[in-house]
C-alpha cells in the first residue's frame, strides 16, 4: 500500500506543485487549504507525512502541529513556508515538527526531503529492538511512542523520541552531536540551526524524565552523549 502524505497549503499553484511531485513519487495525497481542515484530516487518516505551511487561514501551521503531537500523532512534519526567521524555525522544531524547508524550493530537493524523513521513520521504529525499556523509574514503550511513571505519562515530543530512542538503541555507547543531529534532521540542516538544538533536546530530555532516569543521560564532554543502561 502506499504511503500517504497531507498536503497543507492556501496558495493553489504551491498546492498543485506539491501534489504532482508528491504523486509523481508514488504517494497516496490528500490536501487541505486551512488549519481546521488539516487537524481534521490528519486525526482522520493518519497519513504518513505532513507538508504544512505555515501560514494558512484558522490555526496557523505552528498551532496545528502543536495540536496534532498532543493528539499523538507522530508521523514526520515537515513546515513549508516563505518565511526565514530562525526563532520560527525554532519554535516549529520545538514543538515537534521534524524540518523546515523554505520557499522557493527545488522540487527534486522536496521530493529527496519527504524521502529522507519516511525512511528515518522506518529506521527509527526498527531500530529499538524491544518495545519496552526500563531507564530507572520510567518505562518507555516506543512502539507507542509512551514515557511511563509512576502510573503517569510524560510527554514527549517527536524530536525528543528521536534523540531518546537514538540513545536506547545504543547503551553505554557514546553517540556524538553530531550523529544525533543527523538523526534529528535527517543530515539536512537549514542555515542557523546547529548540535546546540540537539543540546536543547537532551535538556528537556532530562527535566522530563526526572532525576532518577535523567542522570542515567551522560555527557560526554566535547562530544556527545551516553545513556547508562546499568
Known amino acids: 500500500m502506499s504511503q500517504t502524505v497531507l498536503i497543507v497549503e492556501d496558495e493553489p499553484d504551491i498546492r498543485k506543485l506539491e501534489v504532482f511531485v508528491m504523486e509523481g513519487e508514488g504517494y497516496r495525497v490528500l490536501t487541505a487549504d486551512n488549519g481546521d481542515d488539516a487537524i481534521r484530516i490528519a486525526l482522520e487518516e493518519n497519513p504518513d507525512l505532513i507538508l504544512l505551511d505555515i501560514i494558512i487561514p484558522g490555526p496557523d501551521g505552528l498551532e496545528v502541529c502543536r495540536r496534532l503531537r498532543e493528539e499523538k500523532l507522530f508521523s514526520p512534519i515537515l513546515f513549508v513556508t516563505a518565511r526565514k526567521e530562525q526563532w520560527e524555525q525554532v519554535a516549529g ?31 527509527y521504529r526498527e531500530e529499538v529492538e524491544s518495545p519496552t525499556v526500563l531507564i530507572a523509574d520510567v518505562e518507555l514503550d516506543f512502539s507507542a511512542k509512551r514515557a511511563m511513571r509512576d502510573g503517569e505519562e510524560i510527554h514527549l515530543t517527536p524530536g525528543e523520541w528521536i534523540v531518546l530512542e537514538s540513545l536506547a538503541a545504543n547503551p553505554d555507547r557514546v553517540l556524538s552531536r553530531e550523529q544525533l543531529q543527523e538523526r534529528l534532521w535527517d543530515a539536512v540542516t537549514d542555515e542557523g540551526i546547529s548540535s546546540r538544538t540537539v543540546d536543547m533536546h537532551i535538556s528537556r530530555l532530562r527535566q522530563k524524565l526526572g532525576e532518577a532516569a535523567g542522570e ?11 545513556l547508562n543502561r546499568t
Open 93 to 123: 522544531l520545538t514543538i515537534g515538527a521534524d524540518h523546515y524547508i523554505v520557499k522557493p524550493f527545488s522540487p527534486a530537493y522536496l521530493a529527496s526531503l519527504v524521502r529522507a524523513a519516511l525512511r528515518r521513520e522506518s529506521a
Open 216 to 226: 542515567q543521560i551522560v555527557t560526554a564532554r566535547n562530544f556527545g552523549y551516553r
